[in-house]
């Protein structure tokens, strides 16, 4: 079975909607455990709430909670019994196979750098989600972890992210893109002018040059390369879109007799169609690079994402994609070398 600690404290809705997600996750499939991190009396107070298979799920005490306004730093210093450090170490020592959080995304960077630790060879873990687009998903790497990356930095999230895709996406192949404001290879900033021709050197990516942003949600590459600044806009952006255009959709339909009609005529597609851009599909980021992995959902995650991003695990865990990581930047440091 794969371990999984879970944070049960960290999130706008937690301790709820993380339990709910767990015992989800563990009721769909009976190769996953997870521990619950928190505090121990609210975390069983709300498991007596669901049915579940007992053996699936531990609690795991934590007194402190780290909250999203704490500077990360201090508070991953100075909170040793918090949801977030508790579970982390659990990583740490081997004890767990993974952990997923909600809560603060400062702290969870700054823990998994300093607790999980750097798998060897890693200049800089990037958060990775995969966002939905008109072909199926792309992965954002980097999207908040590393605002001021440099063009080295780049190439190895190309690397990890093309490594992610083809194991636990399973696109073979995967397209690498950088972001840039046009596709001619001399535009861009300093940065992105510096990483291209080192993405174009690089044998074991399948590199396809710059993407402009319009052409992200058509599926324009496999995997988006940029730094945080950058990326976390476009995620920013891409979520606040989608759910304006949504609003404006359900408005529409409900403006006179024949569009409520025409709406309920259509409900069935419609549905079927905005789940598939609905980001809580495809679970949370896995921050890569680390020595053991460490899953970074939305802040105002429900259920449905928390178990997402717990079954993601057992792929992550299954497909070795640390060792394939570590693997893959020892061959192309000796390609340089």
Known sequence: MVKIAVDAMGGDYAPGEMIKGAVDAVNKRKDIYVCLV??????????????????????????????????????????????????????????????????????????????????????????????????????????????????????????????????????????????????EEEKGNSLVKETFPLLKECNDINFIGSIEAREIPHGGADIIVCEAFVGNVILKLYEGVGATLLGKVKAGMM???????GALLVKPALKETLKSFDASQYGGAPLLGLKGLVVKTHGNSKALEVCNSIIQCVTFKEQAINEKIQASLADGKQERD
Not at 47 to 72: D, F
Not at 96 to 113: E, H, P
Not at 255 to 261: A, C, V, W
């Open 38 to 183: 928190g505090q121990e009396n609210v975390i069983e107070e709300e498991l007596k709430k669901h049915s579940y298979q007992q053996e699936q799920i531990s609690v795991c005490h934590a007194s402190q909670v780290i909250a999203t306004e704490e500077p990360p730093v201090t508070a991953i210093r100075t909170k040793k019994d918090s949801s977030i450090v508790v579970g982390m170490n659990l990583v740490k020592k081997g004890e767990a196979d993974a952990f997923v959080s909600a809560g603060s995304s400062g702290a969870i960077l700054v823990g998994g750098q300093v607790i999980v630790g750097r798998t060897k060879g890693v200049e800089r873990p990037p958060l990775a989600p995969l966002i939905p687009t008109e072909k199926g998903v792309s992965l954002l790497i980097d999207c908040g972890a590393n605002v001021d990356a440099r063009a080295s930095h780049l190439v190895q999230f190309a690397r990890m992210g093309s490594i992610y895709m083809e194991h636990v996406v399973g696109i073979k192949n995967p397209r690498v893109a950088i972001v840039n404001i046009g596709a």
């Open 255 to 261: 403006t006179s007799l024949r569009s409520k009609i």
